[in-house]
């Protein structure tokens, strides 16, 4: 399947220079989004979600978040692969990502948006919420099944933001969840009768009720503020 938007390289805080994939708005555009990668890489998959949010109005940046490590890394779901990817996300810091997201919102603004959200799955559904908390210039975050979401919980998000969780996820423990809902309170929840990975078509786990419910919301908490 083809893509409707192209790789583009931005330069991150440090000087690196960060390949993006980068899609324009159809139709009457409503603003900006940084949509940040599972583990595996800017793939097929992450392509495919930032064209549907493009057709939805929305120009998007999606960075590749390992490259200052490797460039255009993409992963399979093979176990081999799924090391590699957790490899070099272990080598990729904090202030990395926050820088990436930083760069791709400053890009966005540039490009004449007014407003910019971010949202991000797995892997980057945890960037998603340190990037509430840290960065500026965003008006919204929606974070999918961010495991390490809990490691950021004395953080405060700086801007409306909801979490996706599914109920059956192993890797992220309901009472994790559950205390991320405590110490939040204005924080909106949502837990899905699902898996990990509920969103990704391509996955074993793919969940298509959960998945259009939860974009459904992800949109209207864009659109709302």
Known sequence: MSHKGQ???LKSADG???DCYH????GTRK????LIMEIFGVTAHIKDLCDGYAERGY???SPQLYDRKVKGFEATYTQDDINASLKYRAEITTENFVDDVHMCVNKLKADGNAKTFI???CYGGSVSWVAACRVAGLNAASCYYGGMIKNFITENPKIPTICHFGERDHGIPMEDVRAIEAAHPDVKVYVYDADHGFNSDRRNNYDKVSAEL????TLELFESV
């Open 59 to 61: 120009d998007v940046v």
């Open 119 to 121: 949202t991000g799955y």
């Open 31 to 34: 603003g900006g989004l940084v």
């Open 16 to 18: 690196t220079s960060v």
């Open 214 to 217: 939860a974009l459904k919301r």
């Open 7 to 9: 790789m583009i390289a």
């Open 23 to 26: 899609v324009k708005a159809e």
